[in-house]
């Protein structure tokens, strides 16, 4: 097709074979071959000259101009895949991490690798790691440590702290020097267990070594809705302390003194393609948990 579009765009064999950086005779021998092949005359002859097309070589002309294109894109488009400058990527997040480094990492990946569609899906460690699994997503951020690790990698990605969170009109919201203790007797929000089972298990931890076991009365699944009832007064909670920013006029955060109140943030990933790796490449430390 490539020689049959330069000979019809040169009308010389001579100077379509110049461009196509071969000689005469072969040019000839494979515009003879296409004709038979097709069982139709594409070009007018006369001697090394081309008179025009005929009606069928204006229509062959048209379409393998067609196709030459698109072959060009396949091949443009497979080679930007492979080196992860175009495709998508569907990535979960924890509700904490939009608080944290997350929002700063999408940016710069989009302006690093614009053609690469990201689509974002708040979700809880357990439904991503499930997602990577099952292929519904690409990577994820999560707070380790997971449930069945094999075949997952974690790579470092951010640092948070816990919190005490309590509505605003709460007795204790203005005490001084808080510490866990004091809500000992208090009503918790919390999520379940197999949603988070390392932040669940931290918490726990934090309360028991505090001297008490929390008295969870409601569950909710994710941070937002968490804190949402905390916001009406359902209960008090241990959250990241980087979602201070949600509800300020409705929720107060008290800093948790007690050592164990750190917890890392983790990107998740599950056989990466081409396009998650260099989301990696930026999003990540460099360094695996």
């Not at 040019?27 to 025009?52: H, K, S, Y």
């Not at 005490?164 to 009503?187: Q, R, T, V, W, Y």
């Not at 999520?191 to 028991?208: A, D, K, N, S, Y």
Request: aromatic letters at 6%; hydrophobic letters at 40%; glycine letters at 8%.
């Amino acid at each position: 097709m490539e020689q049959f579009v330069t000979v019809a765009e040169e009308r010389h064999f001579h100077r379509a074979a110049q461009r196509l950086g071969m000689s005469q005779p072969p040019l000839t021998v494979a515009i003879r071959r296409l004709e038979e092949d097709l069982g139709v005359d594409l070009i007018e002859r006369g001697g090394n000259r081309v008179l025009g097309l005929t009606e069928a070589g204006l229509t062959f002309l048209h379409e393998a101009r067609e196709t030459l294109r698109q072959a060009d894109h396949a091949i443009a488009t497979t080679r930007e895949t492979a080196a992860g400058r175009t495709g998508l990527i569907r990535l979960g997040y924890v509700g904490s991490a939009l608080y944290g480094r997350l929002p700063d990492t999408i940016r710069t990946f989009r302006r690093a690798r614009p053609n690469v569609r990201l689509e974002l899906r708040e979700a809880t460690t357990a439904a991503q790691i499930v997602g990577l699994r099952d292929g519904t997503l690409d990577a994820g951020i999560v707070i380790p440590p997971i449930a069945e690790p094999t075949g997952i990698e974690l790579h470092h990605f951010d640092q948070d702290r816990l919190c005490i969170a309590m509505s605003l009109g709460h007795p204790l919201a203005s005490k001084d020097d808080f510490c866990l203790a004091d809500i000992a007797d208090e009503d918790f929000v919390l999520w379940p267990m197999v949603e988070g089972r390392g932040f669940h298990l931290q918490v726990i931890r934090l309360c028991t070594e505090a001297g008490f076991v929390p008295r969870v009365t409601q569950e909710a699944h994710g941070m937002h809705a968490v804190l949402s009832l905390v916001a009406v007064g359902a209960g008090v909670s241990v959250v990241p302390e980087s979602m201070r920013q949600f509800r300020p006029d409705q929720i107060t955060y008290q800093p948790i003194a007690e050592a164990g109140a750190d917890f890392p943030l983790c990107l998740a990933l599950h056989q990466p393609g081409p396009a998650t790796v260099a989301f990696k490449e930026i999003a990540s430390f460099g360094g695996s948990e």
